[in-house]
């Protein structure tokens, strides 16, 4: 017994599947000859949403990576490899190492999603031991910052956070006022590419798959063979060197335009000019400063213009930082809100892309192909979709959370719930964003090549985001007919 505590780690350290930071604050400060890392690969976490076989190939390969590079610099880390052991969870695994290795102490970087968190803090409690959380510094928003600026007000609006934290970081300000004189750009940004179609896309860069990810491909073919999605043509970034030249492709080649079309549409181009950096972002492969910063820079050498620059930082400065701030200030009794009573059961046809409505054949189709869509595309095709046949919110949730390589709940549960079906009844946006077939006709071409007629509301080639459209109206006059935000819509169904 004696020699067995000598032996005992002073603490050991847990790192989770998306906290592969190369810069992860405790492993820093970790000492290789007393501590360890703990990492396991656990089915739960595959299969507690029914996972795309991209989002689980993506965590299990960037995971080993970092493993790997742990170990390159001495450390003592324990990795629990998938099929090589027989812990249904992460509770259960760590349960075991705990028992075996029975450190001083537990640190950990505070998990991003609460169900996690919760499950470690009672896994360690049951081990009789203390935990340290450390909040995790990827974030340019702490916490308590957060919480702070939400104890200020009634209702939480995204601009107000949004400016709040220009002022507080200086990114695009000229002393106390924004670069340029606007804190917004949104009209400058929403073109579609008009009948002529975008110009020759630059081509993202690709990923080919090593032999860690080819290893990890060949493992989820065989563990999860019914899971949603291909692994044909995966070639996400895996790594922090590869995060970083995914960041570098984007801004010399499509930060220019990424503003100007962010919500645009069209048919067979999945990515145009987005940046293709949430999943690198959301692993922490990739530090939001870096991307801010890199952003910045071009704006400088005149590589970007203003507006583009603007709507890029306003989605990784803003909207990120934000939902993140709503998703830990209204857990864990966010997940269950149902503001608008909706209960219709999520489509089959979600999980096959088997539509004759092109608009969600092509952003399903892309998404079981990349485990990508971009966000009008969750928002506007998918989201609205949803929203507007009243699918029960929660399911919604659990689609997007199985289906995009980016899907971590911290993120995914605000957009959806919040932002895309009005499930918390207007606490994180003001207003449903509903609209009809003639809004998805002007932002793509999905139109043209589809048996529905936009403009259609009734009749045989009536088109369903119409027809759901006039009745969304109806159904939910009461509540909206007199919303500020909403009002001209509901006025519209009078006329
Ligand atoms: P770009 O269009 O290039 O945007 C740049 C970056 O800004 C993104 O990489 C992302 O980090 C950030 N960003 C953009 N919009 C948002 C937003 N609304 N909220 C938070 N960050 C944002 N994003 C996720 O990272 N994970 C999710 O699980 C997720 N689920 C979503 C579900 C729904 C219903 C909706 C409407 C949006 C969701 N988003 C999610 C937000 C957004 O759609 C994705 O971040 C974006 O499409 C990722 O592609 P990109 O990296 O090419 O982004
Ligand atoms: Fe989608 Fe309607 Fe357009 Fe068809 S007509 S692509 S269903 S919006």
Redesign the pocket.
């Given at each position: 017994m004696a020699r067995e505590s000598q032996a005992s780690p002073d603490q050991c350290v847990v790192i989770l599947g998306d906290q592969l930071d190369p810069a992860h604050l405790l492993v820093a400060k970790l000492n290789p000859a007393r501590d360890r890392v703990f990492m396991a690969e656990v089915r739960e976490e595959s299969t507690h949403v029914w996972s795309h076989k991209a989002r689980i190939a993506l965590f299990l390969s960037a995971m080993r990576h970092f493993r790997d590079d742990l170990r390159s610099r001495d450390l003592k880390v324990q990795y629990l490899e998938l099929g090589r052991h027989s812990h249904a969870s992460l509770a259960a695994a760590l349960t075991a190492e705990l028992k075996l290795h029975r450190p001083q102490r537990v640190t950990m970087l505070q998990a991003g999603e609460a169900r996690v968190q919760a499950a470690i803090e009672a896994t360690v409690e049951r081990a009789g031991l203390p935990l340290q959380v450390v909040e995790d510094p990827h974030f340019l928003v702490q916490s308590k910052t957060f919480r702070a600026w939400l104890g200020q007000r009634k209702q939480p609006r995204l601009e107000h956070f949004y400016r709040a934290t220009r002022k507080q970081t200086g990114i695009l300000m000229q002393g106390d006022e924004p670069l340029g004189g606007q804190w917004n750009y949104d009209t400058a940004n929403r073109a579609s590419f008009g009948r002529q179609g975008p110009a020759q896309l630059p081509l993202p860069p690709a990923f080919p798959p090593d032999k860690i990810t080819r290893d990890v491909i060949r493992l989820v073919n065989r563990e999860f063979p019914d899971h949603p999605g291909t692994l044909h043509s995966f070639d996400w970034p895996v790594t922090p060197a590869d995060a970083q030249i995914a960041l570098r492709d984007f801004v010399d080649h499509r930060l220019a335009s990424?503003g100007t079309y962010?919500d645009a549409m069209w048919t067979g181009e999945p990515f145009l000019y987005?940046?293709?950096?949430?999943s690198s972002?959301?692993l922490k492969l990739l530090n939001p400063r870096d991307v801010l910063d890199a952003a910045g820079i071009s704006l400088q050498d005149n590589a970007a213009p203003l507006a583009c620059v603007e709507g890029?930082v306003r989605?990784?400065l803003g909207?990120?930082e934000y939902?993140r701030g709503i998703y830990q200030a209204r857990m864990p009794e966010y997940a269950g809100l149902n503001a608008l009573g909706a209960e219709q059961d999520l489509p089959a046809f979600f999980w096959t892309a088997d539509t004759d409505m092109v608009c969600l054949r092509e952003a399903i189709t892309q998404t079981l192909q990349y485990g990508y869509a971009?966000?009008i595309q969750?928002?506007m095709i998918t989201?609205l979709f949803c929203l507007l046949l009243g699918v029960r919110p929660q399911q919604v949730h659990a689609w997007?959370l199985a289906v995009?390589v980016?899907?971590?709940e911290w993120?995914?549960l605000p957009?959806?719930l919040g932002?895309?079906q009005y499930a918390d009844g207007g606490y994180l946006a003001s207003k449903p964003y509903v609209a009809s077939g003639k809004y998805i006709d002007r932002m793509s071409n999905y139109c043209k090549g589809c048996r529905y007629n936009p403009a259609h509301a009734t009749g045989e080639d009536a088109c369903p985001y119409t027809t759901l459209y006039w009745d969304f109206l109806v159904q939910h006059r009461e509540r909206f007919a007199h919303h500020p935000r909403t009002a001209l819509q509901w006025r519209n169904l009078e006329r």
């Open positions: 990424f962010q987005h940046s293709l950096l949430s972002l959301n890029f989605q990784v909207w990120r939902v971009h966000h969750r928002l989201g997007y995009y980016d899907a971590v993120v995914e957009n959806t932002m895309s």
